[in-house]
């Protein structure tokens, strides 16, 4: 690794922490970055997701005030959030790593179209939030338990499948649903990388230097981020994304 490649890997984890915190959607920075880097897919997810851990611990402390109170129910959902994780990553490591590139790129796309669409489905789910209850019922913790397979193996714009999920079902202020996201986000990115530790070929350079950033950057999402233009935050990801979908697809 030269030091230009350290210093892009570095500014990566910075970038995405920040954006976990307050959008969600960080990996499509880091994981790009990594593939651009000529890391191989499976390792670049891999080591990516054990990077991210810091940031989204330090993007949940950001957000404590707002989640006094809210102790059983982050432990009600952590629970769907961490068996969904377990089964993506899981899934991560069994499929063959073909397949991992066919479904990526795919991934990615769907990803990007959350992004673009998140102004829509904040004003939905602003509506949608007058009828909800209290814990969210019996759905939405299987709605969480999905979105942690989604997390667990690949994970990019969890955070928003997650706020938006939250939004919907429960009828919490908006910082609040923002900072349980955080938590239940860091469950999915820690559970998988315990496994992918232990079972997977992991980078370690690379989550050195993407943890650290992403601890600095969650911890400034957290406090200045919600500051930031919205769109120019959309518009970062969707050229980065599209960038990697090219890396992808055309080798």
């Known amino acids: ?20 915190a307050v959008v969600g959607s960080g990996s499509l920075i ?34 404590r005030k707002e989640l006094a109170g809210r102790s059983k129910l982050l432990v009600r959902l952590g629970s769907a959030s961490l068996i969904g994780s377990v089964i993506g990553a899981i899934l991560l490591l069994r499929l063959p790593d073909e397949a991992f590139k066919m479904i990526v790129p795919v991934l990615i796309a769907i990803a990007l179209v959350l992004v673009v669409v998140q102004p829509r489905l904040n004003k939905w789910v602003a509506e949608r939030r007058k009828t909800a209850v209290a814990h969210g019922g019996v759905l939405l913790w299987f709605l969480v338990c999905l979105a942690g397979v989604y997390g667990g193996y690949f994970g990019a714009a969890q ?5 938006s999920l939250l939004g919907i079902f429960l009828a919490d202020e908006m910082q609040t649903v923002n900072g349980i996201k955080n938590g239940l986000s860091g469950i999915v990115n820690a559970a998988a990388a315990v496994i992918f530790i232990v079972i997977a070929e992991v980078d370690w350079w690379a989550v050195l230097l993407i943890g650290i950033g992403a601890m600095l950057g969650g911890y400034l999402g ?18 980065v994304g599209l960038t990697a979908i090219a890396n992808l697809v055309l080798g």
């Open 222 to 239: 957290a406090s200045v981020g919600r500051k930031l233009p919205p769109w120019a935050l959309r518009t970062v990801i969707v050229c």
């Open 30 to 63: 880091t994981f790009p970055t990594l593939v651009a880097l000529g890391y191989p897919p499976v390792v670049a997810n891999v080591s990516n997701n054990i990077g991210l851990v810091p940031g989204a611990i330090t993007g949940t402390w950001g957000y």
């Open 159 to 163: 955070g928003i499948l997650l706020i």
């Open 1 to 20: 690794m030269t030091p230009w490649e350290a210093a892009a890997i570095l500014v990566a984890g910075t970038a995405a922490g920040g954006i976990n």
